[in-house]
T-cell receptor, first 115, second 114 residues
Framework: AQSVSQHNHHVILSEAASLELGCNYS??????LFWYVQYPGQHLQLLLK??????LVKGIKGFEAEFIKSKFSFNLRKPSVQWSDTAEYFC?????????????FGRGTSLIVHP | KAGVTQTPRYLIKTRGQQVTLSCSPI?????VSWYQQTPGQGLQFLFE???????NKGNFPGRFSGRQFSNSRSEMNVSTLELGDSALYLC?????????????FGPGTRLTVT
């Protein structure tokens, strides 16, 4: 079945450590890629997105993600995490279906950053 | 600008009942999407409405339905509730339909079916 996989369900880091969260999808056609974040007690919000062009995209709060088409991956990275990055992170793929897009989310990665 | 609002925030129903959830999008947004979030399945897309018409639909049974009004407000209805329908239901609005428009999520309605 077509899906979005986030390999790390729980990640625990210390402040200043580097972060990489994996995301793979299984759709072969046209896709748009997203990372969303949900901070404790807050709504889901967009972190960054990729539609076309430069496969390295930069988002808010120092996050970036790289689209590697050959690997069907869109991994999220941050060189130095902060305690305030503690949150749930969701990768999402919009795949083209007819004249519209169908969104599919990964199951999320819970990140805890220790001060 | 006010964000996406959802009412009610919490709801407890019994099996076999039906429920209606409401979503008010950000002013000026014409697209409303609904998602079901559970610990086991994550976020799953239910459907999207744009200009009062359902544009996309996820893989959910016909017990799940929705509609959108001329002011872009949307309602979601679940009939003949089952225990497995217990979940957080999220609404998201955007200016246009689907990609590339950014979605803005509401706080969700927590539905518990007993």
């Amino acid at each position: 079945a077509q899906s979005v996989s986030q390999h790390n369900h729980h990640v625990i880091l210390s402040e200043a450590a580097s972060l990489e969260l994996g995301c793979n999808y299984s759709y072969g056609g046209t896709v748009n890629l997203f990372w969303y974040v949900q901070y404790p007690g807050q709504h889901l919000q967009l972190l960054l997105k990729y539609f076309s062009g430069d496969p390295l995209v930069k988002g808010i709060k120092g996050f970036e993600a790289e689209f590697i088409k050959s690997k069907f991956s869109f991994n999220l990275r941050k060189p130095s995490v902060q305690w305030s990055d503690t949150a749930e992170y969701f990768c999402a793929v919009n795949r083209r279906s007819g004249g519209s897009y169908i969104p599919t989310f990964g199951r999320g990665t819970s990140l805890i950053v220790h001060p | 600008k006010a964000g996406v609002t959802q009412t009610p925030r919490y709801l407890i129903k019994t099996r076999g009942q039906q429920v209606t959830l409401s979503c008010s999008p950000i002013s000026g947004h014409r697209s409303v999407s609904w998602y079901q979030q559970t610990p086991g399945q994550g976020l799953q897309f239910l459907f999207e409405y744009f200009s009062e018409t359902q544009r996309n639909k996820g893989n959910f049974p016909g017990r799940f339905s929705g509609r959108q009004f001329s002011n872009s407000r949307s309602e979601m209805n679940v009939s003949t509730l089952e225990l497995g329908d217990s979940a957080l239901y999220l609404c998201a609005s955007s200016q246009g339909q689907g990609s590339p428009y950014e979605q803005y999520f509401g706080p969700g309605t927590r539905l518990t079916v007993t």
